[in-house]
């Protein structure tokens, strides 16, 4: 058999399988975003703008609908409210989205002012806020950079304290951040904002947001660097 032939055959096979598996990391395109709270119908809890479900390698870009919309430029920090005992972010002037991984993954948060003065800013919790019916206000204002327990704010009403993970928030006048989680499989909240400098007035604010997901389970990277070592180990066989 013609040594060239066999490497040849040997090197594109191994290629072949590397490409399928860049082919199976790669985005897929299938997170499903719906507009509106599809939660609890009784209504209860936060009243969810979004509702997006992701696995594997999904992204939001590209959605139908296009997951944007307006908050208010000071939803995420209002420094009036500076001395609340639960926060300084407006639930009301924010856009709440409820988010299922249904595995784990590296989740990548963008959001992007979208031609408007948006200076932005989220944060992420862990769970869904259901339940509490926002008597009195009990939704009125969250804290945005740690746990929080709505019956500190209407104790008359049963309620679930969402388990703060993170936040990210842009800097100076930036229009656009990202930011990285490494989560598992669950329920998660996340709160988009403005957070801009201090005098500023309130006012709708436009922005674009996108979530990317990479399952992160060892096998898949174990496969990849698998396939990568066959490749060099055939590359110095039939070089030698």
Same mark, same amino acid.
Do not use: C
């Given at each position: 058999?013609?040594?060239?032939?066999?490497?040849?055959?040997?090197?594109?096979?191994?290629?072949?399988?590397?490409?399928?598996?860049?082919?199976?990391? /790669?985005? @897929?395109?299938?997170?499903?975003?719906?507009?509106?709270?599809?939660?609890? #119908?009784?209504?209860?809890?936060?009243?969810?703008?979004?509702?997006?479900?992701?696995? *594997?390698?999904?992204?939001?870009?590209? @959605?139908?609908?296009?997951?944007?919309?307006?908050?208010?430029?000071? %939803?995420?920090?209002? #420094? $009036?409210?500076?001395?609340? #005992?639960?926060?300084?972010?407006?639930?009301?002037?924010?856009?709440?989205?409820?988010?299922?991984?249904?595995?784990?993954?590296?989740?990548? $948060?963008?959001?992007?002012?979208?031609?408007? @003065?948006?200076?932005? /800013?989220?944060?992420? &919790?862990?769970?869904?806020?259901?339940?509490?019916?926002?008597?009195?206000?009990?939704?009125?204002? &969250?804290?945005?950079?740690?746990?929080?327990?709505?019956?500190?704010?209407?104790?008359?009403?049963?309620?679930?304290?969402?388990?703060?993970?993170?936040?990210?928030?842009?800097?100076?006048?930036?229009?656009?951040?990202?930011?990285?989680?490494?989560?598992?499989?669950?329920? &998660? @909240?996340?709160?988009?904002?403005?957070?801009?400098?201090?005098?500023?007035?309130?006012?709708?604010?436009?922005?674009?947001?996108?979530?990317?997901?990479?399952?992160?389970?060892?096998?898949? &990277?174990?496969?990849? %660097? *698998?396939?990568?070592?066959? /490749?060099?180990?055939?590359?110095?066989?039939?070089?030698?």
């Amino acid at each position: 058999m013609n040594p060239v032939i066999t490497r040849k055959q040997s090197l594109g096979l191994i290629a072949a399988a590397v490409g399928l598996w860049l082919a199976g990391v /790669a985005p @897929s395109h299938a997170s499903t975003v719906t507009a509106g709270d599809t939660g609890d #119908p009784a209504g209860r809890g936060i009243a969810y703008n979004w509702t997006v479900n992701m696995s *594997g390698n999904d992204t939001t870009a590209g @959605s139908t609908p296009n997951y944007a919309g307006t908050i208010g430029s000071l %939803s995420w920090n209002d #420094p $009036i409210n500076a001395g609340d #005992p639960i926060g300084t972010g407006w639930t009301h002037t924010s856009n709440w989205t409820a988010l299922t991984l249904t595995e784990a993954a590296d989740l990548t $948060i963008t959001l992007a002012a979208n031609g408007s @003065s948006l200076v932005p /800013a989220f944060s992420l &919790y862990a769970g869904h806020q259901q339940t509490d019916n926002g008597g009195n206000f009990g939704w009125h204002v &969250y804290n945005n950079a740690g746990n929080f327990d709505w019956s500190t704010a209407d104790p008359t009403y049963d309620s679930s304290s969402l388990n703060y993970i993170g936040n990210a928030t842009a800097s100076g006048t930036d229009s656009s951040i990202t930011k990285t989680f490494s989560l598992g499989p669950g329920l &998660y @909240s996340l709160v988009f904002g403005g957070n801009p400098p201090a005098g500023t007035a309130g006012a709708p604010v436009a922005y674009q947001a996108t979530l990317s997901t990479v399952p992160v389970p060892a096998a898949v &990277y174990l496969f990849g %660097s *698998g396939l990568i070592g066959l /490749a060099g180990l055939a590359r110095r066989k039939f070089s030698a």
